[in-house]
């Protein structure tokens, strides 16, 4: 995610740390470098202009240059004004819900920009929220997109509403409205058709359902890979048909950056969600700041404990912290931490949350390593996985030659437990007296 753009901001930030002090030459220099950067990254080049002369014209300010660490300064003002144009007020992103349920959401974008996958994801989404959902297959032209909702719709266990027989969007939006009142559904989600060109008959039959249904929210899907493309579709659909916000798809395939930089300035309305992969968990609410700060590869830490507090079961830390207290952790909590970091997607996406690791372009932790690990767990024992202590070296190859790995990397594995163990151990000594680890930790 932002990879390019990330080396090419860094890049100047990195020139102006060598300088002692700055002067106003080389503030016009840094400036255009990241100007260029930005139009590298295939930003609007209406946005660059007003970036680059807010910049400008706060960093030649009076404090910048008097100031000791001028570079930390300048990279503050280029971080602020990112979170000004990825929309600034975090707040106007939320969805707000219809004190009259149901909530009725509208998603509307080109043929492959992600929306059905989307509408699954928003529905998991307010689930999470304790929200019933219902899903709604709109697009009457592709039988597929009808399948592919209702295979999403049994995955999710959400309700999905369809009708193959009639051939009326409006009417099946109508129907679907009413069902959802009968059945006291929260929110509605209607996944409606695409074409792979903004159209004039598809124009109108997205109008008439809005007409016909007035829509809390008219949610614009914009697959990020596209860049320009996507933020000129995004203008047009807002002029004809008038969008209350954004979702960013394939913002895990977008190293450059330029619809998400784009998209809200010159359409005027927030960015709400961004897609970050093709699973129903890659899904993220929106914040600028956030976002800016992992653009300027900075990391997002609020994110990743956000993330944490989802995966760790209740109870399963307080659980972890008496077992170290008593007995020391063995293969089975091992195997347990991976399936939390599992389910908190691949070890890659969690290091780039990082501070100072998203900048490193290819990360060498694969996924794969996980899986060996695993492997070599579950060939295992039970009473193996609960002391290594009696790991000899004939079990160590038996269970090499089960999980097909090495009796080496059993070994490393063997180690690591220990080495974990002496931490948690030193950790405990220094914690001593307190009886409950903080959940966070
Ligand atoms: P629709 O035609 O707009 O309904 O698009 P689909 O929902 O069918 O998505 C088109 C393709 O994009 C599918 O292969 C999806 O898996 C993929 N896709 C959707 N969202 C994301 C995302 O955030 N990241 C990635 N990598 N792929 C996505």
Redesign the pocket.
């Known amino acids: 995610m932002f990879a390019t753009l990330n080396e090419k901001l860094n890049a100047v930030f990195r020139k102006i740390k060598g300088q002692a002090r700055l002067t106003e030459d080389n503030i016009r220099d840094a400036v255009k470098q990241v100007r260029l950067a930005l139009l590298e990254a295939d930003v609007n080049y209406k946005v660059v202009k007003k970036f680059v002369s807010a910049v400008q014209e706060k960093a030649l300010g009076e404090e910048v240059l008097k100031s000791l660490t001028p570079d930390q300064i300048f990279i503050k003002i280029v971080h602020d004004e990112i979170v000004e144009i990825l929309g600034g007020d975090e707040s106007e992103a939320k969805i707000k819900l219809n004190p009259i349920p149901p909530t009725k959401i509208m ?1 509307v ?13 928003l529905a998991r989404f307010f689930q999470k929220n304790k929200k019933d959902v219902l899903l709604v297959a709109d ?1 009457i032209y ?1 039988p597929a ?1 009808i399948d ?1 909702l209702e295979v999403l719709g049994k995955q999710l266990k959400v309700d999905v509403f369809a009708d193959r027989e009639k051939n009326d969007a409006v009417t099946i939006a109508n129907d679907a409205v009413k069902y959802a009142k009968s059945a006291a559904k929260d929110v509605v989600i209607i ?1 409606t058709a ?1 074409r792979l060109h903004i159209d004039e008959n598809l124009m109108n039959e997205l109008i008439n359902i809005k007409n016909s249904i007035q829509p809390d929210e008219i949610l614009f ?1 914009a ?3 596209t860049g320009q493309d996507a933020v000129n579709v995004a203008k047009t659909f807002n002029e004809m048909l008038g969008i209350t916000g954004v979702i ?6 977008d190293a450059r950056g330029g619809a998400a930089l784009s998209i809200r300035e010159v359409t005027g309305k927030p960015i709400k969600f ?5 699973k129903l968990d ?2 993220e609410q929106f914040y600028p700041d956030r976002m800016a700060s992992r653009i300027l590869g900075m990391g997002d830490i609020v994110t990743l404990v956000e993330m944490a507090q989802d995966a760790i079961e209740e109870g399963e830390a307080e659980r972890l912290a008496d077992k170290i207290q008593k007995k020391g952790l063995d293969f089975n909590d091992m195997l347990q931490q991976m399936k939390m970091i599992k389910r908190m997607g691949s070890f890659e996406s969690i290091l780039k949350l990082l501070p100072g690791f998203s900048g490193m372009g290819q990360i060498n932790v694969d996924d794969s390593q996980l899986k060996r690990i695993e492997a070599i767990i579950n060939s295992m024992t039970p009473q193996e996985r609960t002391n290594y202590k009696i790991l000899n070296a004939s079990r160590k190859r038996r269970i090499a030659r089960g999980s097909g790995t090495s009796v080496a990397e059993v070994n490393r594995l063997v180690q690591q437990l220990q080495q974990m163990n002496k931490m948690m151990k030193r950790f405990k000594k220094q914690f001593a007296g307190k009886n409950k680890l903080d959940k966070n930790m």
């Not at 961004?274 to 093709?278: A, I, L, P, R």
Request: net charge negative.
């Open positions: 998603l974008g080109l043929q492959g920009s992600g929306k059905t996958t989307t509408a699954g994801k697009d592709r997109a592919q996944d695409g899907v697959d990020a890979m960013l798809t394939k913002l895990d395939g961004v897609g970050t992969g093709e890659a899904f």
